[in-house]
């Protein structure tokens, strides 16, 4: 089955403060992705991994992917307000187009 | 260049109506996606068009969902007749033609709908 796994599904966190939102998941995938959500609005892309090892960085977000553990992580470096949101991750398995998606971890930046 | 958009944002109605949501995707995305968010859980995937084939349905509930991409253009979801499950946010998503190896989606802000 495919199946991909994210937690936690809350986070509420002091600005400042590091943390990692993890994603794993079943079975053999060569794309990995990342969204953010705000409260009624689209999912904006974050980041797209490729490839084993891949590590991807913007702002206080940091986005890597090990395939061989089926593992991606988001670290939130230095938390800030403007970082609340809910996160997804999703994953493209081998020869097909659909995103099977995480839960969604809603995080919440304490000032 | 617009994004994909997404009508109605909201839409309240009673069981047993029927209801049609639409989405127009980026101009020049030939693949169109459809998925769901039922009640605070995972987005779930409903179906795939290729301009205006559908390539994969494999997510599709149950056949009181249509889905109709006319002309490889917009695409419409109709729900008929409507059930209390049904309810949830419905996101449209779309991408480049095939050739793009990530094929990365960009997605519309969701339509809720809301069964009575």
Not at chain 1, 88 to 106: D, E, N, P
Not at chain 2, 4 to 27: A, N
Request: proline residues 3%; contains cysteine.
């Amino acid at each position: 089955e495919l199946k991909v796994e994210q937690n936690p599904l809350f986070l509420s966190m002091q600005e400042g403060k590091n943390y990692t939102i993890y994603c794993n998941y079943s079975t053999t995938s060569d794309r990995l992705y990342w969204y953010r959500q705000d409260p009624g609005k689209s999912l904006e892309s974050l980041f797209v991994l490729l490839s084993n090892g891949a590590v991807k960085q913007e702002g206080r977000l940091m986005a890597s992917l090990d395939t061989k553990a089926r593992l991606s992580t988001l670290h939130i470096t230095a938390a800030v307000h403007d970082l609340s949101a809910t996160y997804f991750c999703a994953v493209a398995f081998s020869g097909t187009y659909k995103y099977i998606f995480g839960t969604g971890t809603r995080l919440k930046v304490l000032a | 260049e617009a994004g994909v958009t997404q009508f109605p944002s909201h839409s309240v109605i009673e069981k047993g109506q029927t209801v049609t949501l639409r989405c127009d995707p980026i101009s020049g995305h030939d693949n169109l996606y459809w998925y769901r968010r039922v009640m605070g859980k995972e987005i779930k995937f409903l179906l795939h068009f290729v301009k205006e084939s559908k390539q994969d349905e494999s997510g599709m509930p149950n056949n009181r969902f249509l889905a109709e991409r006319t002309g490889g253009t917009y695409s419409t979801l109709k729900v008929q007749p409507a059930e209390l499950e049904d309810s949830g946010v419905y996101f449209c998503a779309s991408s480049r033609g095939a050739g793009v190896s990530y094929n990365e989606q960009f997605f519309g802000p969701g339509t809720r709908l809301t069964v009575l």
